[in-house]
Antibody
């Protein structure tokens, strides 16, 4: 069965960097894009961007320009999302989610990781 | 990109039908059929309920259906059950090659 397993909760200080991992199983890793979505406490969902596990190409929302990097390691079916220069506004649960379309971007998300709670606090 | 507009809350009794609206613009909901709906229970990740406006993933009850007219999409849940109580989010692809979500709707089953 398809599974996305994320790394554990983290506490970071303002100005620090964060890296969340997302390990996929149960399907051909390179066949589906992976998206990143975050959810601040008590708030709605916010799409951050995507990575192609096949090519390594990425795309992210302008809001995160210069702060976010998405990478992948095909040998271990894992994608990473790094976010730098953290502020309290980055406190959220970060989710990885699999693109629903096979080898394409239809921009819906059929499987989700369990979420990684990131708390930014001095 | 502004969030899509959803009602903050809706409610219904078991067995009834409810509809949640999701209003966007001609740059998102009105531009493409890439509208999807997600159900989220407290402390859990979202679950895909509807994609491409009105398609249901395997395993999702046919009590859930989607539609779209112009810049507004809708999710209808028929035969409400206690387990349907959750938050629901719509999302849409946009002409800026991004995805925008709605603010979420809390469904209460009375």
């Amino acid at each position: 069965q398809v599974q996305l397993v994320q790394s554990g909760a983290e506490v970071k200080k303002p100005g620090a960097s964060l890296r969340v991992s997302c390990t996929a199983s149960g399907y051909t890793f390179t066949d589906y894009y992976i998206h990143w979505v975050r959810q601040a406490p008590g708030q709605g969902l916010e799409w951050m961007g995507w990575i192609s596990p096949r090519s390594g190409a990425t795309y992210h929302v302008q809001k995160f320009q210069g702060r976010v990097t998405m990478t992948r390691d095909t040998a271990i079916s894992t994608v990473y999302m790094e976010l730098t220069r953290l502020t309290s506004d980055d406190t959220a649960v970060y989710y990885c989610a699999r693109e629903g379309g096979l080898e394409t971007l239809d921009h819906y998300f059929d499987y989700w990781g369990q979420g990684t709670l990131v708390t930014v606090s001095s | 990109q502004s969030a899509l507009t959803q009602p903050a809350s809706v409610s219904g009794s078991p067995g009834q039908s409810i509809t949640i609206s999701c209003t966007g613009t001609s740059s998102d909901v009105g531009a493409y059929n890439h509208v999807s709906w997600y159900q989220q229970h407290p402390g859990k990740p979202p679950k895909l309920m509807i994609f491409e406006v009105n398609d249901r993933p395997s395993g999702v009850s046919n009590r859930f259906s989607g539609s779209k007219s112009g810049n507004t999409a809708s999710l209808t849940i028929s035969g409400l059950q206690a387990e349907d109580e959750a938050d629901y989010y719509c999302s849409s692809y946009t002409i800026s090659n991004t995805v925008v979500f709605g603010g979420g709707t809390e469904l209460t089953v009375l």
